[in-house]
C-alpha cells in the first residue's frame, strides 16, 4: 500500500505543482479574474466534452458497458446519499451558509480534479468511468444544487440538467461506442488536442481560486470542519468499503473513488456569488478543502486501489 501511496501522491503533487503555477500567475497579475471566468467557460463547453468523447473512442464491448451502468447506479447513489446527509448535518444553519456548507458536502470536485487523476493513474479507462460520474454530477448540480442555491423550485432548470455540456458529451461519446464508430482523423485530432487541455487549465483555475482567498476565513469556520470532513474522508471511505463488500470490480472502485473524494466543487464559488450568498465561506471551503486532498487523495486512492 506504501508503494501505491507514493505513485498517487506523485500524481496528485504534479497537479498541485500546476495549481502553484496557476497561483503564481495570479500574483504576477497574469491570470485576472474576468480571464479565468472565460477560461472555465472554455473548459465547461468545450475541453471537458472532447475529453468525454476522446475516452468513449473504442471498439464495443459488453462487459465495458455493464460496467458504465454500474458506475451510474453507484454514481446515483452516491450523490442521493450525500443529499441525505447534508440536508442533515445543516438544516437548522443560516441560509447563507447552510448553502454553501451543503453544496460542499454533497458535490466534489469531480471533473476539474478527477478526471486529470483518472486519466494519469487508469488511462481512458478511468476516464471513461469517471466521466458517467461527471454525467450524474451535472444532472445533480443543475437540479439539487440550482434549487438549493435559488431557494426556489425553477422548473427551467431541469432542461439544462438534461441539455448541457457534460451531458451531450456523455450521449455523444455512449452513442459512439454503443455502434463502434471510430471519428475520422480530420475530427478526431481536434477532439484529442482539446482534451489534452484538462490536465493544465482546471489545475490553473484552481490555483487562481487558492491565491484570491483569505484561508485565515475558513480557519476561523468552526462549521465548515464537518463538510470539508464528509467531503474529502467519510463518504470516501464509506463508499470505498461498501463497494469492496459488494464485490464492485477494481477499476470501477479505484475510478468512482477518485470522483468522491476530490475537494469541493470549484462551482461552488461560482454559485454563491450568483445567487449572493457567503462567497468568502465557499472560497475558503473550496481552497482549503483542494489544499487538504493533497494529503486525503493519495489515502483514499491507495486504500481503494490497495483492499
Same mark, same amino acid.
Given at each position: 500500500m506504501l508503494s501505491a501511496f507514493f505513485d498517487v501522491g506523485v500524481q496528485v503533487a504534479v497537479l498541485f505543482i500546476l495549481i502553484f503555477i496557476g497561483a503564481l500567475l495570479t500574483k504576477l497579475n497574469i491570470l485576472t479574474e474576468s480571464g479565468v471566468k472565460s477560461i472555465t467557460d472554455i473548459v465547461l463547453y468545450a475541453v471537458t466534452p472532447c475529453v468525454i468523447i476522446n475516452a468513449f473512442q473504442r471498439e464495443y464491448?459488453?462487459?465495458i458497458l455493464k460496467n458504465l451502468l454500474v458506475v451510474l447506479l453507484v454514481a446515483f447513489?452516491?450523490?442521493i446519499f450525500s443529499v441525505i446527509l447534508a440536508e442533515l448535518l445543516y438544516r437548522k444553519k443560516?441560509?447563507?451558509?447552510? $448553502? /454553501?456548507?451543503?453544496? *460542499? $458536502? /454533497?458535490?466534489?470536485? *469531480?471533473?476539474?480534479?478527477s478526471l486529470p487523476l483518472q486519466q494519469a493513474i487508469l488511462k481512458d479507462d478511468g476516464v471513461f468511468y469517471g466521466?458517467?460520474?461527471?454525467a450524474v454530477f451535472n444532472i445533480f448540480m443543475w437540479t439539487y444544487g440550482i434549487i438549493t442555491m435559488s431557494g426556489k423550485k425553477e422548473i427551467k432548470q431541469i432542461s439544462k440538467a438534461i441539455i448541457n455540456p457534460g451531458i451531450i458529451g456523455t450521449l455523444i461519446g455512449v452513442l459512439l461506442f454503443v455502434f463502434s464508430v471510430t471519428l475520422p482523423k480530420i475530427a478526431a485530432m481536434p477532439i484529442e488536442f482539446l482534451a489534452a487541455l484538462n490536465t493544465p487549465v482546471p489545475m490553473l483555475i484552481i490555483g487562481f481560486y487558492l491565491a484570491t482567498t483569505?484561508?485565515?476565513?475558513?480557519i476561523k469556520s468552526k462549521?465548515?470542519?464537518?463538510?470539508?470532513?464528509?467531503?474529502?474522508?467519510?463518504i470516501p471511505l464509506l463508499l470505498i468499503f461498501?463497494?469492496?463488500l459488494l464485490g464492485i470490480p477494481k477499476i470501477i472502485l479505484v475510478s468512482v473513488t477518485i470522483s468522491v473524494c476530490a475537494p469541493a466543487a470549484a462551482i461552488t464559488t461560482m454559485m454563491s456569488a450568483k445567487y449572493n450568498h457567503d462567497t468568502k465561506l465557499s472560497a475558503g471551503i473550496v481552497s482549503g478543502s483542494t489544499a487538504l486532498s493533497l494529503i486525503t487523495m493519495p489515502i483514499?486512492?491507495?486504500?481503494?486501489?490497495?483492499?
Open positions: 464491448d459488453s462487459k447513489l452516491t450523490m443560516k441560509v447563507d451558509r447552510a $448553502v /454553501v456548507l451543503k453544496f *460542499c $458536502v /454533497v458535490f466534489s470536485n *469531480c471533473g476539474f480534479m466521466a458517467a460520474y461527471v483569505n484561508l485565515k476565513y475558513i462549521d465548515a470542519y464537518p463538510a470539508v470532513a464528509f467531503r474529502l474522508i467519510i461498501i463497494l469492496k483514499m486512492i491507495s486504500l481503494a486501489q490497495y483492499i
